[in-house]
């Protein structure tokens, strides 16, 4: 991974309108011009990682600060790297900064999408949901490692 600049917006703003499109036309939410524009208003190069896989572009990923924790946003993989341990890898990397700060992570997921699956895999559970989004929480190891142990 290496940090995201400016100059980084339009190809995530691209892979993001690629791989959400097949959730978002499920949803019946999927608009060409919305995708990238939510991507474009919202980018923040200075919380942003860019994901590399043989040197290439092959995603993006934002850990955002918040008042009570962060905000994992904008986790986009390629299509062609997708389903190789590359999302689990760099789940595992920040969250284990995540951890060593004892800070909570939350995030959101559209109903349905395959990527739930590995947010539970990295111990994020629900927190809510509404008819589109399922926001989800991960406690920080410790915090939950106590929870358990009570």
Not at 52 to 57: E, K, L, N, R, W
Not at 118 to 124: I, K, Q, S, T
């Amino acid at each position: 991974m290496r940090p995201a600049r400016a100059t980084d917006v339009d190809a995530i703003a691209e892979l993001r309108a690629t791989v959400m499109r097949p959730d978002l036309e499920r949803l019946g939410r999927y608009d060409e011009h919305r995708v990238r524009r939510r991507l474009r208003d919202g980018f923040s190069p200075q919380h942003t990682s860019i994901i590399t896989a043989a040197g290439s572009f092959a995603g993006s990923v934002t850990l955002r600060p918040a008042e009570d924790g962060h905000w994992l946003e904008h986790f986009y993989l390629s299509p062609d790297v997708q389903g190789r341990g590359l999302g689990s890898a760099v789940l595992r990397t920040l969250l284990a900064r995540t951890d060593t700060a004892a800070e909570p992570v939350r995030l959101n997921v559209l109903q349905g999408s395959p990527a739930r699956r590995l947010y539970e895999r990295h111990g994020f559970t629900v927190e809510s949901q509404d008819p589109i989004d399922v926001f989800m929480l991960r406690l920080p190891l410790t915090n939950r490692t106590r929870q358990t142990l009570l």
